[in-house]
């Protein structure tokens, strides 16, 4: 920041100070006021704060891993503690954290706001699916506390049904609940979204987000079922020893391994589509431009929907089913790679003859791109057949969803954050520190990350802590890089806490965004809007030609 | 072993298929990650704000564009696809002329035999340049056998068998991974392939001491455990004759058919209700739990020797 920056940064200061909406929706404290709360926007800083618990347990899970893997005879854990670890890790960052990341935080807190209603269509339910989560989220953690689960968050039979001595039914019945709050957000969307617009605002009006919003509900209504199923039948078999799974009582291993991706496959899309669409609201607010290829990255989210129904077989080539299904499913999975190629050369499309303001929500959306387009590309190793017999279950596998998972999912959860910010508080974070944050969380993710593929290739399978000394090398330098993705996450917490209290005050429109949620106060009134807002254009109305100067000079 | 690479060592005719595939994989997201990131390197600095780049007439779309950035990758996928199809074809179909391998996963533990009736455990012996084909079963949870080496991997699955080959190009020795998660000790079930020149493997496959082949052990377990006193053509119990079965259509009670494969072979032995034969009572006890995993694959052995053999008249 140079001293002309500051200057006008002080003069703004003065200017809108009284631009910060005292009566807002933050404006009551009292315990039961977000207890009992219905509103959407406090709704989604409840998950904020419940994501954030279980997303710090996760982490220091993957830790406790790194540190433990740095040497390859391991000897800080036994190897009971370790594949609890990993399935604390998994678990709870993909039900507890990944899943409800972006929907039920950014999901809730902006769709009303972007459409243009005062709330979402059900907004007890919508306050029950977040104490259901809570339920479901205690008993994850009693399991925890009880002694822990290792049968991986893949729960593969006939171990977790027959063998596993852990506690594996209180952890089934955890994710179990937590479906259901799933399942109430997402069919809270669809309604929302498709009788709560405002006036005028028609299907391909609507922002990318809310597309993505849409196919991501789907997916979660029609998919979470069989995932509910599948875990009632884990606790049948293990609780009764009816057998379902386990061939000795005449069950099928394999028909666990169909019912479980069925569900899991089409959640990975829950993860990452909803990503995509913060990563479509930055990159056109940052470019200035009317998003290139609308419809098409509209129509793009939900053909991923509905293919990535279809793929699921792909995680099971080596299982020994049958070789024409194998080739069935690698077909389709090569087909749902085209939808998420669409999205990323129209984002850069996008960039072209506009004027680009690298801010933190930008570069965050600008590292999603790069992150994502690795981790898609490495998706076609594990479509392509033969190399997948290879690679399955190796350190390839862990590299590529963590691509997708981290590097896009997280990294967008971060963009988004950081640019919903201002609207959610009120106030801005300190630009500077956003962007080494952006930086420290790219620079830290490859290092953690790219190393682990060359590993897979070379044949670590995943869930081992000791391996070979010939591997140590590659799990040294991705112990080095999680330390510096270590900090780029805890930088932002730092800064977002600092800011919430005492950030410059943002203004209604810091970015001079076109969205509807731009167009009220920050943080905005309890029923979003003063007037009900009518849409007259298609969305990203941006002229980067009469561009305007952003100041962002806050601290 | 014990040095620093970037690619595991290719000693199987199977690995320089796979990794002709990967290098080519690897080469078109080369090109995809170029072709984007300086897209997108070059329209950053372009476009940054305040630039004096010309900025009229932005377009927000084309369907000309986008048709051919739709087209292209899926005709790329398509070809991708071919070309990781064949290979896997190949790879899960077992060929003819094979050294047969008998492997049992359990927790945690690889325990192979030979069909000449030579044991290990965890460590496989085979000559180089020569088809090796395992079959392979858990006698508890899902194990994956696999051998980075050779670039091939197979679950080995509780109650179903599957199998797995390779034809190993270079001698020396090489890892065996478990690569599906089975519990505490999964990391531990490791070990290693031996490949070695012919000589050596006669020499070492006659080493020790003497066992019998597998045939021969299941043709005692056929005696000892009782199986021939149905399935023999002096019976007094009606019991189908196994002779000439192998690979077989047999009709069934219900009036299907099947193939008289490993598998049958299996669930005849252990659940014997499953699948009744067509003009036969379902008298037959079955045999689960009083045989060992490795006792079901040498009467299998033993079944399929006798199951080649001309059927004799009843």
Same mark, same amino acid.
């Given at each position: 920041?140079?001293?002309?920056?500051?200057?006008?940064?002080?003069?703004?200061d003065?200017?809108?100070?009284?631009?910060?909406a005292?009566d807002?929706?933050l404006?009551?404290?009292?315990?039961?006021?977000?207890?009992?709360?219905?509103?959407?926007?406090?709704?989604?800083?409840?998950?904020?704060?419940?994501?954030?618990?279980?997303?710090?347990?996760?982490?220091?899970?993957?830790?406790?891993?790194?540190?433990?893997?740095?040497?390859?005879?391991?000897?800080?854990?036994?190897?009971?503690?370790?594949?609890?670890?990993?399935?604390?890790?998994?678990?709870?960052?993909?039900?507890?954290?990944?899943?409800?990341?972006?929907?039920?935080?950014?999901?809730?807190?902006?769709?009303?706001?972007?459409?243009?209603?005062?709330?979402?269509?059900?907004?007890k !339910?919508?306050?029950?699916?977040?104490?259901?989560?809570?339920?479901?989220?205690?008993?994850?953690?009693?399991?925890?506390?009880?002694?822990?689960?290792?049968?991986?968050?893949t729960?593969?039979?006939?171990?977790?049904?027959?063998?596993?001595?852990?506690?594996?039914?209180?952890?089934?019945?955890?994710?179990?609940v937590?479906?259901?709050?799933?399942?109430?957000?997402?069919?809270?969307f669809?309604?929302?979204?498709?009788?709560m617009?405002?006036?005028?605002?028609?299907?391909?009006?609507?922002?990318l987000?809310?597309?993505?919003?849409?196919?991501?509900?789907?997916?979660?209504?029609?998919?979470?079922?069989?995932?509910?199923?599948?875990?009632?039948?884990?606790?049948?078999?293990?609780? +009764?020893?009816?057998?379902?799974?386990?061939?000795? !009582?005449?069950g099928?291993?394999?028909?666990?391994?169909?019912?479980? +991706?069925f569900?899991?496959?089409?959640?990975?899309?829950?993860?990452?589509?909803?990503?995509m669409?913060?990563?479509?609201?930055?990159?056109?607010?940052?470019?200035r431009?009317?998003?290139f290829?609308?419809?098409?990255?509209?129509?793009?989210?939900?053909?991923?929907?509905?293919?990535?129904?279809?793929?699921?077989?792909?995680?099971?080539?080596?299982?020994?089913q049958?070789?024409?299904?194998?080739?069935?499913?690698s077909?389709?999975?090569f087909?749902?790679?085209?939808?998420?190629?669409?999205?990323?050369?129209?984002?850069?499309?996008?960039?072209?003859?506009?004027?680009?303001?690298?801010?933190?929500?930008?570069?965050?959306?600008?590292?999603?791109?790069?992150?994502?387009?690795?981790?898609?590309?490495?998706?076609?190793?594990?479509?392509?057949?033969?190399?997948?017999?290879?690679?399955?279950?190796?350190?390839?596998?862990?590299?590529?969803?963590?691509?997708?998972?981290?590097?896009?999912?997280?990294?967008?959860?971060?963009?988004?954050?950081?640019?919903?910010?201002?609207?959610?508080?009120?106030?801005?974070?300190?630009?500077? +520190?956003?962007?080494?944050?952006?930086l420290?969380?790219? !620079?830290?993710?490859?290092?953690?990350?790219?190393?682990?593929?060359?590993?897979?290739?070379l044949?670590?399978?995943?869930?081992?802590h000791v391996?070979?000394?010939?591997?140590?090398?590659?799990?040294?330098?991705?112990?080095?890089?999680?330390?510096?993705?270590?900090?780029?996450?805890?930088?932002?917490?730092?800064?977002?806490?600092?800011?919430?209290?005492?950030?410059?005050?943002?203004?209604?429109n810091?970015?001079?965004?076109?969205?509807?949620? +731009?167009?009220?106060?920050?943080?905005?009134p309890?029923?979003?809007?003063?007037?009900?807002?009518?849409?007259?254009?298609?969305?990203?109305g941006y002229?980067?030609?009469?561009?305007v100067?952003?100041?962002?000079?806050?601290? | 072993?014990?040095?620093?690479?970037?690619?595991?060592?290719?000693?199987?005719?199977?690995?320089?298929?796979?990794d002709?595939?990967?290098?080519?994989?690897?080469?078109?997201?080369?090109?995809?990650?170029? =072709?984007?990131?300086?897209?997108?390197?070059?329209?950053?600095?372009?476009y %940054? %704000?305040?630039?004096?780049?010309?900025?009229?007439?932005?377009?927000?779309?084309?369907?000309?564009?986008?048709?051919?950035?739709?087209?292209v990758?899926?005709?790329?996928?398509l070809?991708?696809?071919?070309?990781?199809?064949?290979?896997?074809?190949?790879?899960?179909r077992?060929?003819?002329?094979a050294?047969?391998?008998?492997?049992?996963?359990?927790?945690?533990?690889w325990k192979?035999?030979?069909?000449?009736?030579? %044991?290990?455990?965890n460590?496989?012996?085979?000559p180089?340049?020569?088809?090796?084909?395992? &079959?392979?079963?858990?006698q508890?949870?899902?194990?994956?056998?696999?051998?980075p080496?050779?670039?091939?991997?197979?679950? =080995? =699955?509780p109650?179903?068998?599957?199998?797995?080959?390779?034809?190993? &190009?270079?001698?020396?020795?090489y890892?065996?991974?478990?690569?599906?998660?089975?519990?505490?000790?999964?990391a531990?079930?490791?070990?290693?392939?031996?490949?070695?020149?012919?000589?050596?493997?006669?020499r070492?496959?006659?080493?020790?001491?003497?066992?019998?082949?597998?045939? %021969?052990?299941?043709?005692?377990?056929?005696?000892?455990?009782?199986?021939?006193?149905?399935?023999a053509?002096?019976?007094?119990?009606?019991?189908?004759?196994?002779?000439?079965?192998?690979?077989?259509? =047999?009709?069934?009670?219900?009036?299907?058919?099947?193939?008289?494969?490993?598998?049958?072979?299996r669930?005849?032995?252990?659940?014997?209700?499953?699948?009744?034969?067509?003009?036969?009572?379902?008298?037959?006890p079955?045999?689960?739990?009083?045989?060992?995993?490795?006792?079901?694959?040498?009467?299998?052995?033993?079944?399929?020797?006798?199951?080649?053999q001309?059927?004799?008249?009843?």
């Amino acid at each position: 920041m140079n001293t002309l920056d500051a200057k006008v940064a002080t003069e703004i200061d003065i200017k809108t100070e009284g631009q910060f909406a005292r009566d807002n929706y933050l404006s009551e404290h009292t315990v039961g006021s977000w207890l009992l709360t219905t509103d959407h926007k406090r709704i989604g800083i409840l998950y904020l704060f419940t994501i954030l618990v279980f997303f710090t347990i996760a982490s220091v899970a993957a830790a406790m891993m790194r540190i433990e893997l740095l040497h390859p005879a391991g000897g800080l854990m036994t190897s009971e503690t370790y594949n609890k670890l990993f399935t604390i890790h998994g678990t709870l960052m993909v039900w507890f954290f990944l899943i409800p990341s972006i929907p039920t935080v950014l999901g809730n807190f902006v769709l009303p706001l972007m459409i243009g209603a005062r709330d979402v269509a059900f907004p007890k !339910l919508n306050l029950m699916s977040w104490y259901i989560f809570v339920f479901g989220g205690l008993l994850a953690t009693w399991s925890l506390i009880r002694g822990g689960v290792d049968t991986g968050w893949t729960f593969y039979t006939p171990y977790s049904t027959t063998y596993a001595n852990s506690h594996v039914i209180s952890m089934a019945a955890g994710i179990f609940v937590a479906g259901f709050s799933t399942i109430i957000t997402g069919m809270n969307f669809i309604v929302t979204t498709h009788k709560m617009r405002a006036t005028g605002l028609t299907w391909f009006r609507l922002p990318l987000f809310v597309w993505s919003l849409y196919a991501t509900s789907l997916i979660m209504v029609l998919a979470t079922p069989v995932l509910a199923t599948t875990l009632a039948l884990i606790s049948v078999e293990r609780l +009764w020893g009816v057998g379902i799974f386990d061939p000795k !009582l005449g069950g099928d291993p394999i028909l666990f391994q169909h019912m479980f +991706w069925f569900y899991s496959h089409p959640a990975v899309y829950i993860m990452i589509l909803p990503g995509m669409g913060v990563v479509s609201e930055v990159i056109a607010c940052f470019s200035r431009k009317r998003i290139f290829g609308y419809a098409w990255i509209a129509c793009s989210s939900m053909a991923i929907a509905i293919l990535g129904f279809l793929v699921w077989g792909h995680h099971m080539f080596v299982s020994g089913q049958s070789v024409y299904a194998g080739m069935i499913f690698s077909v389709l999975s090569f087909l749902v790679a085209v939808p998420s190629g669409v999205k990323v050369f129209n984002w850069t499309a996008t960039l072209h003859k506009g004027s680009i303001h690298f801010t933190t929500p930008m570069l965050y959306a600008l590292g999603f791109i790069g992150l994502f387009v690795i981790g898609g590309l490495t998706g076609l190793f594990l479509a392509a057949l033969s190399v997948d017999v290879h690679v399955h279950d190796t350190y390839f596998v862990i590299a590529h969803f963590h691509y997708i998972m981290v590097g896009g999912m997280v990294t967008a959860f971060m963009g988004g954050l950081h640019y919903w910010w201002p609207k959610i508080t009120g106030r801005l974070y300190p630009e500077l +520190w956003g962007k080494l944050a952006a930086l420290a969380t790219f !620079l830290g993710f490859n290092l953690t990350f790219f190393p682990l593929f060359i590993l897979g290739y070379l044949g670590q399978p995943r869930r081992y802590h000791v391996y070979p000394p010939e591997f140590q090398i590659f799990h040294v330098l991705s112990t080095a890089g999680a330390s510096i993705l270590g900090v780029g996450y805890v930088m932002p917490l730092i800064y977002f806490i600092w800011s919430a209290k005492r950030g410059r005050v943002a203004g209604p429109n810091p970015w001079h965004a076109t969205g509807l949620e +731009w167009q009220t106060a920050s943080p905005p009134p309890k029923h979003n809007f003063i007037e009900t807002p009518i849409v007259t254009d298609k969305p990203y109305g941006y002229s980067a030609e009469k561009d305007v100067d952003l100041d962002l000079a806050s601290i | 072993m014990g040095k620093f690479h970037l690619f595991p060592p290719e000693a199987s005719t199977t690995a320089r298929n796979v990794d002709a595939l990967y290098f080519a994989l690897t080469l078109i997201s080369l090109f995809f990650i170029t =072709v984007i990131f300086l897209a997108i390197l070059f329209f950053c600095i372009k476009y %940054r %704000r305040g630039s004096p780049a010309d900025r009229s007439n932005p377009s927000s779309g084309s369907n000309l564009i986008e048709l051919g950035w739709t087209t292209v990758p899926t005709l790329m996928g398509l070809a991708l696809f071919t070309c990781g199809a064949i290979d896997y074809f190949r790879i899960e179909r077992k060929p003819g002329n094979a050294i047969d391998v008998q492997v049992v996963g359990k927790q945690w533990m690889w325990k192979l035999q030979h069909a000449e009736g030579k %044991r290990e455990i965890n460590e496989l012996h085979i000559p180089v340049d020569q088809t090796v084909a395992l &079959t392979l079963i858990s006698q508890d949870v899902i194990h994956s056998f696999f051998v980075p080496a050779f670039r091939v991997k197979q679950d =080995v =699955v509780p109650g179903k068998y599957t199998s797995e080959w390779f034809k190993p &190009t270079r001698t020396g020795e090489y890892h065996i991974f478990c690569s599906q998660y089975c519990g505490t000790q999964h990391a531990q079930m490791i070990g290693r392939v031996v490949v070695m020149q012919p000589q050596a493997y006669e020499r070492w496959l006659k080493s020790g001491e003497q066992t019998e082949s597998i045939v %021969r052990a299941g043709e005692r377990l056929f005696h000892g455990r009782g199986c021939s006193g149905c399935h023999a053509p002096n019976s007094k119990f009606h019991a189908p004759l196994l002779e000439g079965l192998y690979r077989k259509p =047999v009709p069934l009670a219900d009036g299907t058919m099947v193939t008289a494969d490993d598998q049958y072979l299996r669930d005849s032995i252990l659940q014997p209700a499953k699948q009744i034969s067509a003009g036969y009572d379902n008298i037959m006890p079955s045999f689960s739990g009083h045989l060992s995993e490795e006792e079901i694959m040498q009467l299998i052995a033993y079944l399929k020797a006798i199951g080649q053999q001309e059927p004799p008249q009843q």
